[in-house]
């Protein structure tokens, strides 16, 4: 189970934390990611760490200004989001992959979602 949390209301510019957590089974063997959906819109892939850690992918959208990171130790993996924008504003799930695999991290097709939290960027 994958719970998400961190989402909330912040003006452009600003910055939030996403958390998900991982219960019921050790995710540290897993890659693990992020997509986001807007209204209206699909789902997008935003950024994924490899279960080493020595791996991150990002979307072209938010390169430089989110990071992804993991701490296997608590069973969570992390967005930082800084230099918010409206057009960030979305629902954020984070993901979960059975694989040690270190090539592109977009490309797997993730097994396990958590529900999503909402994140709101106002202009």
């Known amino acids: 189970?994958?719970?998400?949390?961190g989402g909330g209301l912040v003006q452009a510019g600003g910055s939030l934390r996403l958390s998900c957590a991982a219960s019921g089974r050790t995710f540290s063997r897993y890659a693990m990611a992020w997509f986001r959906q807007a209204p209206g819109k699909e789902r997008e892939f935003v950024a994924a760490i490899s279960w080493s850690g020595r791996r991150s992918d990002y979307a072209d959208s938010v390169k430089g200004?989110?990071?992804?990171?993991?701490?296997?130790?608590?069973?969570?993996?992390?967005?930082?989001?800084?230099?918010?924008?409206?057009?960030?504003?979305?629902?954020?799930?984070?993901?979960?992959?059975?694989?040690?695999?270190?090539?592109?991290?977009?490309?797997?097709?993730?097994?396990?979602?958590?529900?999503?939290?909402?994140?709101?960027?106002?202009?």
């Open 1 to 5: 189970q994958l719970q998400a949390s």
């Open 65 to 123: 200004r989110f990071t992804i990171s993991r701490d296997n130790a608590k069973n969570t993996v992390y967005l930082q989001m800084n230099s918010l924008k409206s057009e960030d504003t979305a629902v954020y799930y984070c993901a979960a992959d059975n694989t040690n695999w270190e090539g592109p991290l977009w490309q797997l097709v993730y097994d396990y979602w958590g529900q999503g939290t909402q994140v709101t960027v106002s202009s």
